[in-house]
């Protein structure tokens, strides 16, 4: 029987979370004091406060979690790596998928400022309505500016997000017919 190959690193392993009864006692300490923080702050208040300690939370495990895969790599594992198995090369151009147009960064084109344009209008005139309506007519003139406002910005973001999806989506979906049925030129056209 041939002897495992002595050259590989000896490899670490991505390891379940791990924490001391120090920290859960905080832990709870924390929660306690959040929960009886709710006789003076309001429980939005309290809700963000805990969606912000979520946040950091997932945050610096997702960072420790990808440093720890990071250095791991994809190097085998030496007990179980045996002699009979193929030297390891490294990744040709060939292993992998062609570049596609979706990853060079390009102009949405002048069709994204009109549906921009037509969402932040249609916003302004709805929200000025909405805003004139809900008051039952007994509403200041700077309410529905506001009201105008920020359904303006609220209605450009939306159109924007909603057509430029439409839009990559749409390439990506004519890339994709193009690619299977013949070439495609850097554009990601059918020729």
């Known amino acids: 029987m041939a002897t495992p190959n002595l050259n590989l690193?000896?490899?670490?392993s991505l390891r379940p979370p791990q924490f001391r009864l120090r920290t859960l006692l905080m832990?709870?300490?924390?929660?306690g004091i959040l929960l009886a923080l709710r006789q003076w702050i309001s429980p939005m208040a309290i809700a963000a406060i805990a969606f912000l300690a979520v946040s950091i939370f997932f945050h610096v495990a997702g960072n420790a979690i990808g440093t720890r895969l990071r250095?791991?790599?994809?190097?085998?594992?030496?007990?179980?790596a045996d002699g009979n198995s193929p030297a390891?090369?490294?990744p040709q151009p060939?292993?992998?998928?062609p570049v596609t147009p979706l990853s060079r960064r390009s102009n949405?084109?002048?069709?994204?400022?009109?549906?921009?344009?037509?969402?932040?209008t249609t916003g302004a005139v709805g929200g000025g309505l909405w805003t004139f309506a809900a008051g039952n007519g007994h509403i200041g003139a700077l309410n529905i500016v506001v009201g105008v406002v920020a359904f303006a910005v609220l209605g450009g973001i939306a159109a924007f997000a909603?057509?430029?999806?439409?839009q990559v989506l749409g390439g990506?979906?004519?890339?994709?017919?193009?690619?299977?049925?013949?070439?495609?030129?850097?554009?990601?056209?059918s020729q």
């Open 9 to 12: 690193k000896k490899r670490k």
């Open 27 to 31: 832990l709870v300490a924390a929660f």
């Open 71 to 80: 250095q791991i790599g994809d190097l085998p594992d030496v007990s179980t």
């Open 88 to 90: 390891r090369r490294p």
């Open 94 to 97: 060939r292993d992998f998928a």
């Open 108 to 120: 949405l084109g002048w069709m994204i400022i009109v549906a921009s344009s037509i969402g932040a």
């Open 162 to 166: 909603t057509f430029g999806f439409i």
């Open 172 to 189: 990506a979906i004519w890339q994709a017919i193009g690619s299977s049925s013949g070439t495609t030129d850097s554009q990601g056209r």
